[in-house]
């Protein structure tokens, strides 16, 4: 495993502090990552901004050799298309920002009550579409792409928004010049089309393919088939595609290992070569952290 994984970078991790169940923290997932060699790890939370555990998690544990970093993710609990909590965030640090997870109306259309990254919260979500019906996208939305035009540090997450948003998402932020935009699980949820993906592509945004959405890697009521996966690979060079593990719910275990079993599984089902993975593990990742 070890060799494997030395040097990786994993854009999509769910540690706590959290209001949703974790199965491991900032510094245990810090400590996890620097026993197996990772280069660098980016956590993600639903309901908070993570620049600040991670940051600690570095300072204190990182031990010199492994980088974590934080962002913000749009919600209700961040004031949605909140700009002053955008500038907040990335005036601490924030690596990426991202659209709507558990707000979005595909979100809660998809999963039909509780998920397994939900948190306890008592107050309901108001389901958000930030696609209007004449094409148009919410011009509180498009006041944070502008500004993050301005942040080319900052990659632009997509979140757990419908195909279409995610299409109209992409079409302005590649428009305003953002670079580094990364496409969150497009098989899963947001039911992307190959056709659409590849376009995204052409566009410059990133396809993720997460760990924690495979069958037979993850516990997921409704999981994705690897030959999925498979078709992705046909459809988006691999200069578009990211690996990352999308773990840290209770029920799925160690995120190290969760990671591992699916990158075995791309090199031993999928056929997919070492270079392809070093290129979607390494490579594609550090440069939309601004690494190298």
């Given at each position: 495993m070890e060799n494997l994984l030395n040097g990786i970078i994993?854009?999509?991790?769910?540690?706590?502090?959290s209001v949703a169940k974790r199965s491991v923290d900032a510094i245990e997932m810090m400590r996890e990552a620097v026993d197996a060699g990772y280069r660098a790890a980016v956590i993600k939370d639903h309901y908070f901004p993570t620049m600040m555990s991670a940051e600690m998690a570095q300072t204190h544990f990182g031990q010199g050799r492994t980088e974590m970093f934080g962002g913000l993710v749009l919600n209700?609990?961040?004031?949605?298309?909140?700009?002053n909590a955008?500038?907040?965030a990335c005036a601490m640090?924030?690596?990426?920002?991202?659209?709507?997870?558990?707000?979005?109306?595909?979100?809660?259309?998809?999963?039909?009550?509780?998920?397994?990254?939900?948190?306890n919260t008592s107050v309901a979500e108001t389901p958000v579409c930030y696609l209007r019906e004449d094409g148009t996208l919410d011009p509180a939305l498009v006041k944070v792409l502008e500004y993050l035009a301005q942040r080319p540090e900052?990659?632009?997450?997509?979140?757990?928004?419908?195909?279409?948003?995610?299409?109209?998402?992409?079409?302005?932020?590649?428009?305003?010049?953002?670079?580094?935009?990364?496409?969150?699980?497009?098989?899963?949820?947001?039911h992307a089309?190959?056709?659409?993906?590849?376009?995204?592509?052409?566009?410059?945004?990133?396809?993720?393919?997460?760990?924690?959405?495979?069958?037979?890697?993850?516990?997921?009521?409704?999981?994705?088939?690897?030959?999925?996966?498979?078709?992705?690979?046909?459809?988006?060079?691999?200069?578009?595609?990211?690996?990352?593990?999308?773990?840290g719910q209770k029920v799925n275990g160690s995120l190290v290992n969760g990671l591992y079993r699916f990158i075995r599984a791309l090199t031993d089902d999928l056929h997919v070569s070492e270079a392809q993975i070093e290129t979607m593990t390494r490579k594609n990742p550090a440069w939309l952290l601004s690494l190298d």
């Open positions: 994993d854009l999509h991790i769910h540690a706590g502090p209700h609990s961040a004031g949605l298309f909140n700009l955008v500038d907040a640090g924030a690596k990426y920002v991202c659209m709507p997870t558990v707000s979005s109306k595909c979100h809660i259309d998809g999963h039909k009550g509780a998920f397994l990254g939900s948190g900052v990659i632009l997450y997509t979140g757990h928004g419908s195909a279409a948003e995610v299409d109209a998402l992409i079409r302005k932020a590649a428009e305003l010049g953002i670079q580094r935009i990364l496409v969150n699980h497009p098989h899963f949820l947001v089309s190959y056709e659409q993906m590849a376009s995204w592509a052409k566009l410059g945004a990133y396809m993720e393919l997460n760990a924690g959405v495979v069958k037979g890697i993850a516990t997921l009521s409704d999981p994705v088939d690897l030959s999925v996966v498979g078709k992705i690979l046909e459809a988006v060079p691999e200069n578009r595609l990211v690996v990352d593990s999308d773990f």
